[in-house]
């Protein structure tokens, strides 16, 4: 008898007597969903909201089948440092103390969706790691905050997630119950100017919003009612409030009351505005995961590009099935190296199919994919910029 087996037989041994002890010995009635409760610290359980219930059982409709993983840009990039879509699935099974300890792989996920599509099961990957980080956020905000640091504070200086807001010399006029709203992260880092120009040539009149935030990128790492800008757009009583970035148009889509139109920018934009000024100049247009897939404006980019004279050649992954410039869901703030890779990826191919310039229609992906480019020599602009 070797050693493994004499142990196994102490064990055996061990357990018949101990169990035989315990059955003569008269036994405490407990109840044990209460002695449940008491292995969790109470501040960590808390319950799904009515709607939030079936996202969060939707992971029970995956199968494990690994289809989603070659469609997942951020996973590739992370060198190993996320797992991908069929790892939040499997996160998601677990009991809400432990999605704390998979946050890291929580905010490395964009948020994109591009992995649904893939999905023959439909599983919501995207919807999950967001319920999951907002439930984190819940529980303990402090966490939450204490991997976004600079965010918090310029929210706290400046009423602006991105810092200081530019000083503008110029606004839009008008008070017709519209509102031209930039988003914080144009008003901080982008080109304001830019949009109260565009408003006016186009004849919106539209009242420009400024010192305000939607909340959009807050939510999306987690960050649960901190939207700052929400009551201020109430506060005009508009009709109709104006877009240019597409995570404020996707999240004011759905927090505004429906009496409210939302409309992104390209929409306001009339074709025959573009001048055949490009010469045929060959361009790669990059859709927005907020804008595209999951605000389904695919068309009228594309129209606006081929009217501006470029001869327009799409990625090999484009329109509902295009691949992420590794900025959402809060990945630039979190891992901006990651994010950078993505990018780079994404610029790669561009490259490789002979063309100098990357159209898109989103400030985060400009600055994500422009920053990649800049060694390839390929430029990145937005459609907007050609009508100022």
Same mark, same amino acid.
């Not at 919501?124 to 907002?134: D, F, G, N, Q, T």
């Not at 006029?173 to 709203?181: A, E, H, I, Q, T």
């Given at each position: 008898m070797d050693g493994k087996q004499l142990k196994a037989l102490s064990v055996l041994g061990y357990n018949f007597w101990l169990h035989l002890f315990r059955s003569v010995l008269p036994r405490k009635k407990e109840n044990q969903a209460e002695k449940f409760k008491g292995y969790f610290r109470s501040d960590w359980i808390t319950s799904f909201r009515p709607e939030e219930i079936p996202q969060v059982y939707n992971f029970e409709n995956c199968t494990v089948c690994g289809?989603?993983?070659?469609?997942?840009?951020? +996973?590739?990039? !992370?060198?190993?440092?996320?797992?991908?879509?069929?790892h939040l699935a499997a996160c998601a099974g677990r009991s809400q103390p432990e999605y704390v300890s998979d946050l890291d792989d929580f905010l490395r996920c964009t948020l994109c969706g591009r992995c649904e599509p893939a999905c023959p099961d439909?599983?919501?990957? !995207?919807?999950?790691?967001?319920?999951?980080?907002?439930?984190?956020?819940? &529980?303990?905000?402090? +966490?939450t905050w204490s991997l976004f640091p600079e965010a918090r504070k310029n929210? @706290?200086?400046?009423?602006?997630?991105?810092?200081?807001?530019?000083?503008?010399?110029?606004?839009?006029?008008? *008070?017709?119950?519209?509102?031209?709203?930039?988003?914080?992260?144009?008003?901080?880092?982008?080109?304001?100017? *830019?949009?109260? *120009?565009?408003? @006016?040539?186009?004849?919106?009149?539209?009242?420009?919003?400024?010192?305000?935030?939607c909340g959009g990128f807050f939510e999306e790492i987690g960050a649960e009612g901190v939207n700052p800008g929400l009551e201020k757009i109430l506060a005009r009583n508009p009709q109709e409030v104006i877009t240019v970035c597409p995570h404020c148009y996707y999240r004011l889509s759905k927090k505004l009351p429906p009496t409210v139109k939302v409309r992104f920018l390209l929409e306001l934009i009339p074709e025959k505005a573009a001048a055949k000024a490009n010469g045929?100049?060959?361009? +790669?247009?990059? @859709?927005p995961c907020f804008l595209g897939r999951k605000m389904g404006m695919l068309a009228q980019p594309r129209n606006l590009i081929q009217q501006l004279g470029f001869e327009l050649m799409e990625f090999k992954e484009s329109k509902d099935l295009s691949e992420c410039c590794g900025g959402g869901g809060g990945l630039f703030w979190h891992d901006p190296e990651m994010a !950078?890779? &993505?990018?780079?990826?994404?610029?790669?191919?561009?490259?490789?199919?002979? &063309?100098?310039?990357?159209?898109?229609?989103?400030?985060?992906?400009?600055?994500? +994919?422009?920053?990649?480019? !800049?060694?390839?020599?390929?430029?990145v602009k937005r459609i907007s910029d050609f009508f100022v």
């Open positions: 289809l989603c993983q070659p469609a997942c840009l951020p +996973m590739i990039a !992370s060198q190993g440092r996320f797992l991908g879509p069929e439909e599983v919501k990957i !995207s919807e999950l790691a967001l319920l999951m980080r907002k439930w984190i956020f819940r &529980v303990d905000p402090a +966490m929210l @706290d200086q400046f009423g602006n997630p991105f810092g200081k807001e530019q000083e503008l010399s110029a606004r839009p006029s008008g *008070k017709n119950g519209r509102v031209l709203f930039p988003g914080c992260r144009e008003m901080a880092l982008g080109e304001p100017g *830019k949009w109260v *120009k565009l408003a @006016d040539k186009f004849g919106m009149e539209a009242e420009l919003l400024s010192g305000a935030c045929g100049k060959r361009v +790669m247009f990059h @859709d !950078s890779r &993505v990018s780079a990826l994404r610029v790669a191919e561009a490259q490789k199919a002979g &063309v100098s310039l990357i159209l898109t229609e989103c400030g985060l992906c400009r600055e994500l +994919m422009q920053k990649a480019g !800049s060694g390839a020599k390929i430029e």
